[in-house]
């Protein structure tokens, strides 16, 4: 089975991405917003959540961290019998969005994405066998690279995973130098 990990902050695109994945051969997992809009478009989809057999806890705090997900993304493909996620889609948590509008550092801590990162950094750790997506920006390149040749993908994946740890090493560092320079009193 090839699956696809679908899950973003900024639904734009998100139908027509899904529903390339899934011409493309890809059973689609997604978090359960993200599977809201892809359900409404016709696509089937799956939750994590049901795939893993863990419910999105913490009031939806933790929704794709999980071992079966990882070990599906960071698989090399040696296992053939192996869960294998081939290509994961994700945007994160609007951080910088925050700043511009002055939120509260309640409000900012909410908006630190820590499950994307992990999918798009392990993503693109193993951008040999998995496609990392981190924003719509990418999906035209990428739907006509899955519509295509995936031989040809190979200087995609590799362009997508320096994309994706560049756009993960600047949202950390945004978030380390916007944090407060001492700890409000916890509520």
């Not at 910088?96 to 002055?102: E, L, M, T």
């Amino acid at each position: 089975m090839r699956y696809a990990l679908l899950s973003v902050w900024d639904k734009q695109g998100l139908e027509e991405i899904g529903q390339v994945l899934v011409e493309t051969g890809h059973e689609l997992l997604s978090t359960s917003r993200s599977a809201e809009v892809l359900r409404a478009a016709g696509l089937p989809v799956t939750e994590v959540s049901d795939w893993t057999g863990a419910p999105e806890m913490l009031g939806g705090r933790v929704k794709t961290i999980h071992p079966r997900i990882a070990a599906a993304i960071l698989n090399t493909r040696t296992d053939p019998d192996a869960d294998r996620i081939d290509v994961v889609v994700c945007n994160l948590y609007p951080f910088a969005d925050g700043i511009a509008r002055g939120a509260t550092e309640a409000e900012l801590i909410e908006l630190i994405d820590i499950g994307g990162v992990t999918l798009l950094r392990a993503a693109a750790k193993n951008y040999h066998y998995v496609l990392p997506v981190p924003g719509p920006d990418w999906y035209p390149p990428v739907m006509d690279s899955l519509r295509t040749d995936r031989a040809a993908q190979t200087d995609l994946r590799l362009t997508l995973a320096r994309a994706t740890f560049k756009l993960t090493s600047g949202y950390d560092s945004l978030i380390a130098q916007s944090l407060p320079i001492a700890p409000a009193p916890r509520a």
